[in-house]
Nanobody
Framework: QVQLLESGGGLVQAGGSLKLSCAAL????????MGWYRQAPGKQRELVATIFSGSSTNYADSVKGRFTISMDNAENTVYLQMNGLKPGDTAVYYC????????????????WGQGTQVTVSS
């Protein structure tokens, strides 16, 4: 069993900053990739940023230069530093992880967090 525990969302004015955290807990032997996705009302869920265990990163064009994803491999935790926030960044942000577990059997699993609300006021 693996759970993703998110924190750090909230309300901020345009131009402000927030930092999201997501810890993978439970039967985590190895992580291939962790990332953040977001879903605004009436829109599909979209990729924000991903980071592979080897530190390779990928960003949506809309957040390049403003958001930074990082990972603490020892703590199985991914962070998303969001600077220069815009009202268009308002959404529920979801953490995702591709996790290898060994108990009760060796398997890769695809996991999502419960989501954390980010609201940017103009």
């Amino acid at each position: 069993q693996v759970q993703l525990l998110e924190s750090g969302g909230g309300l901020v004015q345009a131009g402000g900053s927030l930092k999201l955290s997501c810890a993978a807990l439970g039967n985590v032997f190895s992580i291939n990739v962790m990332g953040w996705y977001r879903q605004a009302p009436g829109k599909q869920r979209e990729l924000v940023a991903t980071i592979f265990s080897g530190s390779s990163t990928n960003y949506a064009d809309s957040v390049k230069g403003r958001f930074t994803i990082s990972m603490d491999n020892a703590e199985n935790t991914v962070y998303l530093q969001m600077n220069g926030l815009k009202p268009g960044d308002t959404a529920v942000y979801y953490c995702h992880a591709d996790v290898l577990s060994l108990i009760p059997e060796r398997r890769w699993g695809d996991y999502w967090g419960q989501g954390t609300q980010v609201t940017v006021s103009s």
